[in-house]
C-alpha cells in the first residue's frame, strides 16, 4: 500500500465532518460533526479489519491482535474534536497517521507480536466546554461527574446534556486498563522551530505546564455620553489594564513563558454603553513548574490589585492546571533511532509548547511524541499546514516506531 495515497484519501474524507468552506474543520465535543466523525471512524475501522469498540464518552480504539504477546499493547493516536476554525491536522493527523503507520506495517510485516491499537480521544482542546483531555482523563479514570455536571457551552447548552443526545455517558466502571506498555502519539508542532530550522521531524522531550482561567469582572454599567469618565466603573479600561500589565512582565521574564487572553466577553457589548462586565480567558504555560506556578501568582495578585484599586468585584476561576510532562526516555530513543533511520540529520530533540494527550497518557504508560513541521508555524487557524512530504516522513518514522515497539 502507498502510505501517501491511503493518508491523502483518509484525509480528505475526515475533513468533510465539520469540514469549513474556506478550508479548515470546526469539530466540536459531541456536537453533530463530532458524532459523524466518530460514526465514520468506527466505520472505516471496522472495514480496514481493526476489532473496533467505544467507551463510556467517546473514546474508540481499533485494535490488531498480537500473535506472542497479544496482552500487551502498544497504542498510537490523538484527539477527535478540532477548536473553533481549526485545521484539518491537529488531532486528526495523530489518528490517521496510526491508521496508515498500522496497516502498512500489517501488510509488510504479517501480524504483530504484541497487540496494536488505533486510539482516537473524544476531546482534548477545552474549546466548546471549560474542560479540558475528556477524553485522556476519562481513558485514565481521572475524570468525574462533579467536573463538568454544571458547565455549558456559549450557547448555554449543558455538558451533559450534549453527551448523553450524542449517545454517551459517563464512565460506568473504575477500572483502568494495564496491558498498554506503550503509547506514541503523532502531532504537527503548532509551531516554527522545525521549519526555521528546516527539520522534518521533532522528537519530543516533554511538554509544558498550562494554567487556564476564566476571569470575571464586575463594575458598573453605565450611560456612555452621560456619564463622567471619573465616575465610571469600566470592566472594559479595568481588562486593559491587566492585559498591559502582565504582557509587560511576561516578556520580561522571557521566553519560553507565554500568555494568552484569548477569549473576552464584554457586558452588555454595546456601543453606547459603558460595559459593566467583562469576562475574559487567561492561558499561561511554561516547561518549569516553578516559573509558572510563580507567574499564576502574580497574575491572580495584578487582577485582584487592579479590581481593588478600580472598584470592582472580580472571580477568578482556574479551571485548568496541568504540570509539565517528560516523555519516557526509552520511547524518546526509538523515535530518534526511527527519525535518524528515515530522515537522517534532519530530525530536532525538542520540547512541545501545546498541550497534548500525551501529557494525561505519560503518568501512566511510557509515552513518547513525534512532530513534523507546521508551515508557518500556524495552527488552530484553518491555514494549517504541513508538506505532504514530512507527513509521509512522520507517519513512516512512526510506523518504524511501532514496528520496533511491537514486531
Ligand atoms: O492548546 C493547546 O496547547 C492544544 O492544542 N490543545
Ligand atoms: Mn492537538
Ligand atoms: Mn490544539
Not at 504540570?323 to 512541545?352: C, F, N, R, W
Request: glycine fraction near 8%; charge should be negative; include cysteine.
Amino acid at each position: 500500500m502507498d502510505i501517501r495515497t491511503m493518508f491523502e484519501r483518509l484525509d480528505k474524507q475526515f475533513t468533510s465532518y465539520g469540514g469549513l468552506k474556506g478550508g479548515g474543520i470546526t469539530r466540536l465535543l459531541y456536537s453533530d460533526e463530532w458524532i459523524e466523525a466518530v460514526k465514520a471512524l468506527e466505520k472505516l475501522l471496522k472495514e480496514e479489519g481493526f476489532e473496533v469498540s467505544f467507551d463510556d464518552v467517546g473514546n474508540l480504539t481499533g485494535r490488531i491482535e498480537g500473535s506472542e504477546q497479544p496482552e500487551e499493547t502498544i497504542m498510537s493516536g490523538s484527539h477527535i474534536d478540532t477548536v473553533v476554525e481549526g485545521g484539518h491536522l491537529d488531532g486528526q493527523f495523530g489518528i490517521l497517521s496510526a491508521i496508515v503507520a498500522m496497516k502498512y506495517l500489517k501488510e509488510k510485516y504479517g501480524q504483530p507480536k504484541k497487540s496494536l491499537e488505533v486510539l482516537s480521544l473524544a476531546e482534548e482542546e477545552g474549546s466548546r466546554f471549560p474542560y479540558t483531555f475528556w477524553g485522556s482523563k476519562n481513558f485514565f479514570n481521572l475524570a468525574n461527574t462533579k467536573d463538568v455536571e454544571t458547565i455549558a457551552d456559549a450557547e448555554g447548552v449543558q455538558f451533559i446534556d450534549a453527551m448523553t443526545r450524542s449517545g454517551f455517558q459517563f464512565r460506568q466502571n473504575d477500572t483502568v486498563r494495564d496491558d498498554i506498555k506503550a503509547f506514541v502519539e503523532m502531532h504537527i508542532e503548532q509551531g516554527k522551530v522545525l521549519e526555521t530550522e528546516q527539520k522534518s521531524i521533532g522528537v519530543v522531550t516533554g511538554i509544558v505546564g498550562q494554567k487556564r482561567y476564566t476571569i470575571n469582572l464586575k463594575g458598573e454599567a453605565n450611560h456612555a455620553g452621560t456619564t463622567p469618565m471619573g465616575l465610571r466603573k469600566d470592566a472594559v479600561v479595568a481588562f486593559t489594564e491587566i492585559v498591559q500589565r502582565l504582557v509587560q512582565r511576561a516578556e520580561e521574564i522571557g521566553d519560553p513563558l507565554v500568555l494568552t487572553f484569548g477569549h473576552v466577553t464584554p457586558v452588555p457589548n454595546t456601543v453606547n454603553v459603558v460595559p459593566g462586565e467583562v469576562e475574559f480567558s487567561v492561558d499561561c504555560r511554561h516547561i518549569d513548574q516553578e516559573v509558572l506556578n510563580t507567574f499564576a501568582k502574580e497574575i491572580e495578585t495584578t487582577i485582584k490589585e487592579i479590581a481593588e484599586q478600580r472598584g470592582m468585584d472580580v472571580n477568578i476561576n482556574l479551571w485548568m492546571d496541568e504540570t509539565p510532562t517528560l516523555m519516557d526516555d526509552a520511547i524518546i530513543e526509538k523515535v530518534e533511532a526511527s527519525a535518524e533511520e528515515i530522515v537522517g540529520a534532519a530530525y530536532k530533540v525538542m520540547p512541545s509548547g501545546a498541550g497534548h494527550d500525551s501529557q494525561i497518557f505519560a503518568k501512566h504508560v511510557p509515552t513518547g511524541m513525534i512532530f513534523v513541521p507546521s508551515i508557518k508555524g500556524i495552527s488552530h487557524n484553518v491555514e494549517e499546514e504541513t508538506l505532504v512530504e514530512d507527513l509521509v516522513k512522520g507517519i513512516e518514522v512512526l510506523a518504524s516506531v511501532l514496528y520496533k515497539l511491537a514486531y
